[in-house]
């Protein structure tokens, strides 16, 4: 029993859905036959040649967008062009005074008097110490030690020669021979330092100033130490040039030096000249692709209204194109379009009408079934 109901169920649910079947295929029939009614009155209402002319209309304003689209890219590569330009003529401006800076130098340099206004330039400058530099610096102190050494013992004669001059006279009147205690001094020279000779002459000026400066014995001991010393004194002064010569060999080194830092100011400038070959060829070569630019922005010349947003618009007008030639397309054939689509169109009977299910063949609820589908 509960078997029996269960199949008139399902050929109740077969019913309903061949019902809504056939409900779904007239409302297509009737949503093509709408179609081609609108079709027709839009053929009736506009000519082949409206079509024609409203897309070709479109297709014009479509090439304008695009042509604007184009231009605004070009605009946009043009003004970062003229800044590319602008930063290359701030950095050749840069590097330009750079170059008359280390001009100036290079003519200020060459009236530098002093090592430490070199020393000076060089710091400033970032100018590491070449071997030229190097070697010149040294060679003036070595010259400077020099003259100071050859200052300190003309001073140091001028002291013993000052003593002996008044010395001598005092052994003289008292009948001592100089002489040969100047020979007696000399036959053994002797080396003295610096410093033995500042003890000694402030020991000598102690002993003329106290009482025993009246001593034969004590001052011919002194006018020989003072023989003795000017004797080393001379010794040393002869291996020294004179003073003009130290002087002139200073000038040479200092201009040795002078030149070294001025050539390495030379260096410098012409790396700066090269920045700025570099950066003309540049400038050259934007200024070229800006002309080139511009002349493409002037032939592309744009006679319509520019929106802000172009690429969407675009799209509107690409998508207003494809609708206009949809609805042209089935402007040669509308009449003919109706009798297709309702061969198209089969209304099929359900299929619970043209199939008995084998198991219910015989029975008394299959006849039943059957009058009530009927």
């Given at each position: 029993?509960?078997?029996?109901?269960?199949?008139?169920?399902?050929?109740?649910?077969?019913k309903q859905k061949a019902v809504q079947e056939q409900q779904g295929t007239e409302q297509k029939l009737q949503m093509r036959e709408e179609s081609i009614f609108e079709h027709k009155a839009l053929i009736e209402s506009k000519s082949l040649q409206w079509f024609e002319e409203e897309n070709k209309r479109i297709s014009h304003v479509i090439e304008q967008l695009q042509r604007a689209l184009r231009l605004r890219k070009l605009e946009e590569e043009l003004a970062a062009k003229k800044r590319d330009i602008a930063v290359i003529l701030d950095k050749r401006g840069q590097v330009a005074a750079v170059i008359?800076?280390?001009?100036?130098?290079?003519?200020?340099?060459?009236?530098?008097?002093?090592?430490?206004?070199?020393?000076?330039?060089?710091?400033?400058?970032?100018?590491?110490?070449?071997?030229?530099?190097?070697?010149?610096?040294?060679?003036?102190?070595?010259?400077?030690?020099?003259?100071?050494?050859?200052?300190?013992?003309?001073?140091?004669?001028?002291?013993?020669?000052?003593?002996?001059?008044?010395?001598?006279?005092?052994?003289?009147?008292?009948?001592?021979?100089?002489?040969?205690?100047?020979?007696?001094?000399?036959?053994?020279?002797?080396?003295?330092?610096?410093?033995?000779?500042?003890?000694?002459?402030?020991?000598?000026?102690?002993?003329?100033?106290?009482?025993?400066?009246?001593?034969?014995?004590?001052?011919?001991?002194?006018?020989?130490?003072?023989?003795?010393?000017?004797?080393?004194?001379?010794?040393?002064?002869?291996?020294?040039?004179?003073?003009?010569?130290?002087?002139?060999?200073?000038?040479?080194?200092?201009?040795?030096?002078?030149?070294?830092?001025?050539?390495?100011?030379?260096?410098?400038?012409?790396?700066?000249?090269?920045?700025?070959?570099?950066?003309?060829?540049?400038?050259?070569?934007?200024?070229?692709?800006?002309?080139?630019?511009?002349?493409?922005?002037?032939?592309?010349?744009?006679?319509?209204?520019?929106?802000?947003?172009?690429?969407?618009?675009?799209?509107?007008?690409?998508?207003?194109?494809?609708?206009?030639?949809?609805?042209?397309?089935?402007?040669?054939?509308?009449?003919?379009?109706?009798?297709?689509?309702?061969?198209?169109?089969?209304?099929?009977?359900?299929?619970?009408?043209?199939?008995?299910?084998?198991?219910?063949?015989?029975?008394?609820?299959?006849?039943?079934?059957?009058?009530?589908?009927?």
């Amino acid at each position: 029993m509960a078997e029996e109901q269960n199949k008139l169920a399902a050929f109740e649910l077969a019913k309903q859905k061949a019902v809504q079947e056939q409900q779904g295929t007239e409302q297509k029939l009737q949503m093509r036959e709408e179609s081609i009614f609108e079709h027709k009155a839009l053929i009736e209402s506009k000519s082949l040649q409206w079509f024609e002319e409203e897309n070709k209309r479109i297709s014009h304003v479509i090439e304008q967008l695009q042509r604007a689209l184009r231009l605004r890219k070009l605009e946009e590569e043009l003004a970062a062009k003229k800044r590319d330009i602008a930063v290359i003529l701030d950095k050749r401006g840069q590097v330009a005074a750079v170059i008359d800076e280390k001009n100036a130098l290079a003519a200020n340099t060459e009236r530098v008097k002093k090592v430490d206004g070199l020393m000076q330039v060089m710091n400033e400058q970032k100018i590491e110490e070449t071997p030229a530099i190097t070697f010149g610096i040294n060679k003036l102190e070595v010259i400077r030690e020099k003259i100071n050494e050859f200052e300190k013992l003309r001073t140091y004669n001028e002291q013993f020669a000052a003593a002996i001059s008044y010395v001598e006279p005092l052994l003289t009147s008292a009948h001592v021979p100089v002489s040969e205690l100047k020979e007696q001094a000399l036959a053994r020279p002797e080396s003295f330092t610096s410093s033995d000779m500042d003890f000694f002459l402030e020991r000598l000026r102690t002993v003329l100033k106290s009482t025993r400066r009246d001593e034969p014995g004590v001052l011919e001991k002194a006018l020989t130490g003072l023989y003795k010393r000017q004797n080393s004194l001379w010794r040393r002064g002869a291996k020294l040039k004179s003073a003009e010569a130290y002087i002139e060999d200073s000038k040479r080194a200092f201009q040795g030096v002078k030149k070294a830092v001025c050539d390495e100011l030379v260096k410098q400038q012409a790396h700066y000249l090269e920045l700025d070959r570099k950066w003309q060829a540049d400038l050259e070569r934007k200024q070229q692709e800006l002309e080139a630019l511009e002349q493409q922005c002037g032939e592309l010349a744009v006679a319509i209204d520019i929106p802000s947003d172009i690429e969407g618009a675009i799209r509107e007008r690409k998508a207003e194109q494809a609708a206009l030639e949809k609805t042209k397309l089935p402007m040669n054939r509308p009449r003919s379009r109706l009798p297709n689509l309702k061969r198209n169109v089969k209304l099929k009977r359900p299929r619970w009408k043209n199939k008995k299910p084998e198991r219910l063949k015989s029975s008394r609820k299959w006849k039943r079934c059957k009058k009530v589908c009927r």
